[in-house]
């Protein structure tokens, strides 16, 4: 009887720290796969556009420049029904090509990756280090006059363009010099740091068409062709609610992030915003918005982030032949305590816990023992 009962105990207390190794094991295995960055980035070396703007013209995105004395913003939903939202940094670096080497700008790219859908991998807008971006809307395919005798891109155009260009009309000339075949998917919007923008689509000619500012303090691009009604849906509420709103803002005081923010959500689609993003093109700021929650902003400055993103960094890989460092959209919004320091904090936890229950288990065994005597 007390042979059973000794051999009961040590097995049972055997039991217990082998489950508690077990669960610390495990624990620490899932945290670690769950927190690992992913570095998803596809390089896409296309002619044109492709599909990457392939989208129902009914949930295209919100895009809008205001600018007012030296203050320019640049808003945009992304109006899209997918997870794996990302954003994708470069910094400036010199890239080989396969007929020269060139040196291109730092950049800031939004996207969706994972979704096994057209648009992965494609970068939906961004920024330069020189405060030139973009966005594009999704509309039903026009046709485009072909021109074989221009230069064809290297790669995606947000890309070559944000790279090599700083200014609208150095847009507008690289388009009007490179060749984008038959067709164009959507229409798409640039702003510069001076406060230009032009909305560049597809025109009822078939060439291309560019929609400018002008003296005017914003513009505004949603679900149809400002050069063709025709090819998408108008009228737009969103459209027309977005400049109702920039019309009220009478001096460049009342312009600020809040204001853009606003129109943001007044224009927002329950399901389908994945996620907003400002543009400061003069400072360079980022602000961002997840799931049209617009009460929780993820703010970065593109300067200071480029400069973060080094070979040997976390997150930061070189996807051939570009340096970039991927970050979920979501990971912007997590808690600010760095991943690892959380799962050393469970390890030690775990541990301690290990050796206070084995030492319990010993001295109750020896207590027991002494009782048997």
């Not at 490179?178 to 510069?192: I, V």
């Not at 400002?226 to 737009?236: D, T």
């Not at 799931?291 to 703010?299: I, L, P, Q, R, T």
């Amino acid at each position: 009887m007390d042979v059973n009962i000794r051999l009961y105990r040590f097995s049972d207390s055997k039991s217990i720290t082998f489950l508690i190794i077990s669960l610390f094991l495990l624990t620490s295995g899932f945290f670690l796969s769950e927190r690992v960055p992913r570095t998803t980035f596809d390089f896409m070396v296309i002619d044109g556009f492709g599909d990457s703007f392939a989208i129902d013209a009914m949930s295209s995105c919100t895009i809008f420049t205001v600018t007012m004395g030296n203050t320019v913003f640049f808003g945009n939903n992304e109006d899209y029904p997918l997870s794996g939202t990302f954003v994708w940094l470069m910094p400036s670096q010199v890239m080989q090509l396969p007929s020269e080497t060139i040196s291109i700008h730092g950049t800031i790219f939004f996207g969706f990756d994972g979704n096994d859908q057209p648009v992965d991998g494609y970068p939906q807008g961004g920024m330069n280090d020189r405060g030139l971006c973009c966005d594009g809307n999704g509309l039903p395919e026009a046709p485009l006059n072909p021109h074989p005798e221009r230069e064809l891109p290297y790669t995606y155009p947000f890309y070559q363009i944000l790279w090599e260009c700083i200014t609208v009309n150095e847009t507008i000339e690289w388009f009007e010099t490179h060749y984008l075949g038959s067709s164009l998917p959507g229409q798409f919007h640039f702003a510069d740091a001076t406060g230009d923008a032009v909305v560049i689509s597809a025109g009822t000619n078939g060439e291309l068409a560019f929609t400018r500012i002008g003296n005017l303090t914003h513009l505004v691009s949603t679900n149809f062709n400002l050069a063709n009604y025709n090819n998408g849906e108008y009228p737009c509420e969103r459209y027309q609610t977005a400049c109702s709103m920039l019309n009220e803002v009478d001096s460049e005081s009342d312009l600020t992030i809040d204001t853009c923010r606003d129109i943001l959500e007044a224009v927002h689609q329950d399901g389908l915003t994945a996620y907003s993003n400002i543009f400061d093109l003069a400072k360079r700021d980022v602000y961002i918005y997840q799931k049209h929650d617009f009460s929780e902003v993820a703010k970065l400055n593109l300067d200071e982030e480029l400069e973060l993103v080094i070979p040997g960094a976390e997150g930061v890989i070189i996807e051939d032949p570009i340096l970039v460092k991927a970050i979920r959209i979501e990971d912007l919004f997590t808690s600010s305590t760095p991943p690892f320091i959380g799962i050393i904090l469970i390890a030690v936890c775990l541990f301690v816990g290990i050796i206070v229950i084995s030492t319990l288990v010993i001295t109750y065994q020896k207590k027991f023992k002494e009782t048997q005597r």
